[in-house]
């Protein structure tokens, strides 16, 4: 089930990344390290009123501007509009209604998407209240008055947000629906491959470079099931990818990620795995998605004997993060093995819902201690008493030990291989945390 998505916005300094974490209820670092990859934090798991959702904080929007780093963040407010199910706009009392602010609503109302309206900085709301009315001018109907540093109003703030989520039941209903998102850098064929799976013209690409296109969700349902193919058209380039537009693309991969159950990863089959792919790949990774990778562009590939093997062992070894994987070569064009996408995915997916039994995980735990012993160090023998599963997508491990730091990461990739031979859960990382006897669960 896809979570609702809320998206701050607003002009600079009014408060946005304050309220952002207020909500969040941590600051969350802006920068966070992933296995080849390093990305920009965006994005909060986040929980009212029994409701789970995503909020998603922008940079600040200049309406008009010709500074390059401005356009950017404004460009990256408009993606998260688009995809945002409510949009909650940040204004100052201290500063009142600016030319800015009405240039900003305005743009939001275009957007027709449900917009609530927050004045920020009431940290004295006795005597800020009757500067509040101001803001009425904006015509997004009743401000809600919040603090983003004491928490005032934030509350408010939410239980609006909330009347504009979808129904559960309604949610519900779509849970057997499995949710693809299609990522990977412009120009790989995202789009043309959504195209051909649901026969016809149903994303349109632009040729401008630095034109953004909004995520497109197409249903498709066939003898292999029912599925929602999310596809972030890319942006096109004329030249290089410059850092503006990797940011852009990486972006909406990871607003489709959040909402995806398998991520098909596309990779131009000329170029191989970039840097690019390697950063974007890492994403659904960390966020712990089941994942196919896809080599798009295969008829264009000159083969001699050995040349698709080559390809493969070349891509293990640049993902080899994500050597779980597996790798389907096609083309968007010709329709070369596009069938055999639907068949993986059932099978990742599967293999990321797995459960499987605490018996039958410590029997695995017994044989391969059996044939590899745990470290020791300095006379300290590493003691592994019992292995449980706690969740699915991806599949969760608690390991129970006398010592966590015994537990080297190497033996831990050791359980790992060994519970993926017995039990395969191809296509989905795995989730292993380590816990000291006696420690109480977090």
């Known amino acids: 089930m896809s979570q609702p998505i809320v998206a701050i916005v607003g002009r600079p300094n009014v408060g946005k990344s304050m309220l952002f974490n207020r909500i969040a ?40 501007t010709d500074n390059e780093i401005l356009l950017f963040m404004r460009e990256q407010a408009n993606i998260a509009i688009n995809a945002a199910d409510c949009i909650i706009l940040v204004t100052d009392i201290q500063t009142g209604v600016t030319a800015a602010d009405k240039d900003v609503a305005s743009m939001l109302k275009r957007s027709h998407k449900p917009v609530i309206l927050a004045v920020n900085k009431m940290d004295n709301a006795s005597s800020d209240t009757g500067d509040i009315y101001e803001f009425y001018s904006l015509g997004l109907g009743d401000p809600i008055a919040v603090s983003a540093v004491h928490g005032h109003g934030t509350g408010d703030l939410l239980d609006a947000a909330l009347q ?15 949710n693809v998102a299609i990522i ?16 016809q013209e149903r994303v349109i690409v632009s040729d401008v470079a630095g034109t953004t296109r909004d995520a497109v969700d197409t249903p498709i349902d066939n003898e292999f099931g029912s599925y929602n193919f999310i596809d972030t058209a890319g942006i096109r380039r ?41 950063k974007i790949a890492g994403l659904a990774h960390e966020a712990g998605k089941a994942s196919i990778i896809v080599v798009n562009k295969w008829d264009l590939v000159e083969k001699e004997t050995g040349t698709m093997e080559k390809m493969r062992k070349d891509i293990m070894r640049d993902l080899s993060f994500m050597s779980y994987a597996p790798i389907l070569f096609i083309s968007a064009v010709t329709g070369q093995r596009v069938a055999r996408i639907y068949e993986l995915i059932n099978y990742v997916n599967d293999q990321s819902n797995m459960r499987i ?16 012993q745990p470290p020791t160090d300095k006379g300290r023998r590493l003691k592994i008493y019992y292995m ?12 129970f030990c006398n010592r966590r730091d015994l537990f080297h990461f190497s033996y831990q990739r050791y359980l790992e291989n060994q519970i993926r031979a017995v039990f395969g859960l191809e296509g989905t990382p795995i989730r292993m945390v380590i816990r000291q006897k006696g420690e109480k669960e977090e």
Do not use: H
């Not at 670092?29 to 920009?40: C, F, K, L, N, Q």
């Not at 039994?357 to 590899?372: P, S, W």
């Not at 969740?391 to 969760?396: D, R, S, V, W």
């Open 238 to 278: 004329k030249s290089k990818v410059d850092d503006r537009i990797e940011k852009f693309s990486v972006m909406r991969a990871q607003l489709a990620i959040e909402r995806a159950d398998v991520c098909l990863i596309m990779i131009d089959a000329r170029d191989g795995v970039t840097e690019q792919d390697t």
């Open 388 to 399: 449980t599963q706690t969740g699915i997508k991806p599949p969760n491990f608690v390991v």
């Open 164 to 178: 504009y989520f979808p129904p559960e039941d309604e949610a519900q209903e779509e849970t057997d629906r499995i």
């Open 357 to 372: 039994t605490t018996g039958m995980l410590n029997n695995v735990l017994e044989d391969a201690q059996a044939r590899v």
């Open 184 to 199: 990977g850098k412009p120009n790989v064929g995202k789009s043309s491959l959504t195209n051909l799976i649901s026969g």
């Open 25 to 64: 209820g941590k600051r969350l670092s802006i920068v966070e390290d992933i296995p080849g990859v390093t990305r920009d934090r965006l994005y909060a798991d986040c929980e009212w009123s029994g409701r789970s959702f995503k909020l998603i904080d922008t940079g600040g929007i200049e309406p008009t």
